[in-house]
């Protein structure tokens, strides 16, 4: 049974075993969280200035399933997706950034999520909003497409979309620290992928500008930059760039501040 949390747990917790509304007989009284269909639904409130209370209550954690708990809430997932791609192409700045941030959320853990966000065509609008001049918006378009990465299929498509540069070009000049190292992370993921591993390694900016990060970044901003550079270093032919980037003496640097 797919529900909200906390809407009818406690009427079979008492022993029935009956839909609470239609008095039908049910086979199973399990509970999966339809986090889909609630984003949709706060979504639409968002748009018609209705006010959306978020329950309290939580439930067993289901979000990590490569498919969805039921054909309903695969159903949702799919319109959601749709609907959010829709207001990525369509609105305005304002309404682009709450679309960014709900698929950033919806991306974060949820491999079938990430699934049908890119089925949906959710990469080649999030690429072009990295172009945006709001940071905040820059921001959630970039950590989207940081969780999105970590879906195998989204890489291709991330790459055939020219994503390379424009992720480049946010690790470079990103207009917030967070954006920056959220770039830094999405090419850990797509150097997975050997022939992209070799191309980072060949654009001229790619490795000086994440030892640049690993210089001066945020905590955050330096594990990300330095697990992606390691990353990069399976292919032999960026050993020599990395060595010329200045890693060797920036890593003793740091290791002789940590001893300090």
């Known amino acids: 049974m797919v529900s909200f949390p906390g809407t009818s747990s406690g009427w079979f917790r008492t022993g029935n075993r009956t839909c609470p509304k239609t008095g039908q007989r049910l086979l199973c009284t399990d509970f999966a969280p339809n986090s889909a269909l609630k984003q949709l639904i706060k979504g639409f409130c968002l748009e018609k200035s209705i006010h959306f209370a978020d329950s309290v209550g939580r ?18 997932v799919r319109l959601l997706a749709n609907f959010l791609v829709g207001r990525l192409v369509r609105c305005n700045n304002q309404e682009q950034n709450r679309a960014a941030y709900e698929i950033h959320l919806l991306t974060k853990t949820s491999i079938f999520n990430r699934s049908c966000l890119v089925e949906a065509g959710a990469i080649p609008p999030l690429l072009n ?5 709001d940071p905040s918006l820059q921001e959630n378009a970039m950590a989207s497409l940081l969780n999105l990465s970590k879906f195998s299929k989204s890489r291709k498509r991330i790459f055939e979309n020219r994503g390379l540069i424009l992720i480049l070009d946010v690790l470079k000049c990103g207009l917030k620290v967070e954006a920056r190292q959220h ?25 000086p500008s994440l030892v640049e990060l690993l210089r001066d970044g945020t905590d955050r901003g330096k594990k990300n930059a330095l697990v992606t550079i390691f990353g990069l ?7 020599r760039r990395v060595f010329v980037a200045g890693l060797v003496p920036l890593l003793k640097q740091e290791q002789r501040q940590q001893w300090w």
């Open 59 to 76: 439930s067993r954690d289901v979000t990590k399933a490569v498919v969805a708990g039921s054909k309903v809430s695969e159903q949702a």
């Open 129 to 133: 909003l990295l172009f945006s001049c």
């Open 183 to 207: 770039a830094a992370g999405a090419f850990f993921y797509l150097a997975s992928v050997e022939e992209y591993r070799q191309l980072i390694g060949e654009i001229p900016d790619a490795i």
């Open 233 to 239: 270093l399976l292919c032999p032919e960026n050993h």
